[in-house]
């Protein structure tokens, strides 16, 4: 019994080791060189003859008017998802569709190696960028904020649900879909989507509904291996150290 609380006590604090480790490394962007050509095309924006749908969920009917048709290929730089605990807005203004927000870069904010050196972060509905700590102010010339999206991301479709939710920080995606504005059909509820890559501050990100999402090139996959089975050990062998813990009590 000893020979074996010691291995599940190594088992624990290796785990968290590596959860530590590995916590840091699935946040880092990908190098220059391993960006995919794709990923620095600009966003294509065409006319649209779709006319306005219905959908429901939760139990809410929401009206969805396409404004173009839109494709996007990029870098995610940050996210967010809708169902986040922290998240107010979305429960409180019965938003269910909107399934998550990824802010995306492309073009010379790639090619000029500026993201590297740049902070990302994702809030309900919003993303925000700065350069990091000690950076040369300087630098703020390479950034391009017609190279840089935050996106509301729509979809009514299960598999499309289930690729959205996986990508993470790093990845290189690419979508296809409309620029769309929505609200729920008693009025309560409407949001309009940005038609321009050049305008900022509110009411600049883009509202997608999403017909195809693509995962073009996972970042750090090793990393996340190491973290996803990393809190399952930690979980796990904390859970026996606690049974054996009682049982010799």
């Excluded at 305008?199 to 090139?217: A, L, P």
Aim: a positive charge; one cysteine or more.
């Amino acid at each position: 019994m000893k020979t074996i609380r010691k291995i599940i006590k190594l088992i624990f604090f290796v785990s968290i080791i590596a959860f530590i480790i590995s916590f840091f490394q699935i946040k880092k962007l990908p190098e220059k060189r391993n960006i995919i050509k794709s990923t620095c095309n600009e966003p294509l924006q065409t006319k649209t003859n779709t006319e306005p749908f219905s959908i429901e969920k939760n139990g809410k009917t929401y009206l969805v008017t396409p404004l173009y048709n839109y494709e996007l290929n990029g870098l995610i730089v940050s996210y967010h998802h809708s169902s986040d605990w922290l998240d107010y807005y979305h429960e409180k203004w019965e938003d269910y569709l909107n399934l998550k927000d990824i802010c995306i870069i492309w073009g010379q904010n790639i090619e000029s190696d500026i993201y590297q050196k740049m902070t990302f972060k994702n809030k309900s509905y919003s993303c925000w960028w700065n350069l990091k700590f000690g950076t040369n102010q300087t630098e703020w010339s390479k950034f391009k904020n017609a190279n840089i999206s935050n996106n509301h991301l729509l979809s009514n479709n299960d598999k499309i649900n289930e690729i959205i939710l996986k990508t993470r920080k790093g990845d290189q995606i690419y979508l296809k879909g409309y620029l769309v504005n929505y609200s729920l059909n008693d009025g309560t509820f409407k949001r309009e989507s940005s038609t321009t890559r050049t305008d900022t501050g509110m009411n600049s990100c883009e509202t997608i509904f999403v017909e195809d999402f693509q995962i073009i090139k996972k970042a750090n996959s090793p990393w996340r291996d190491i973290y996803d089975y990393s809190k399952y050990l930690i979980t796990g062998s904390f859970i026996l150290l606690t049974l054996l813990f009682f049982k010799d009590t």
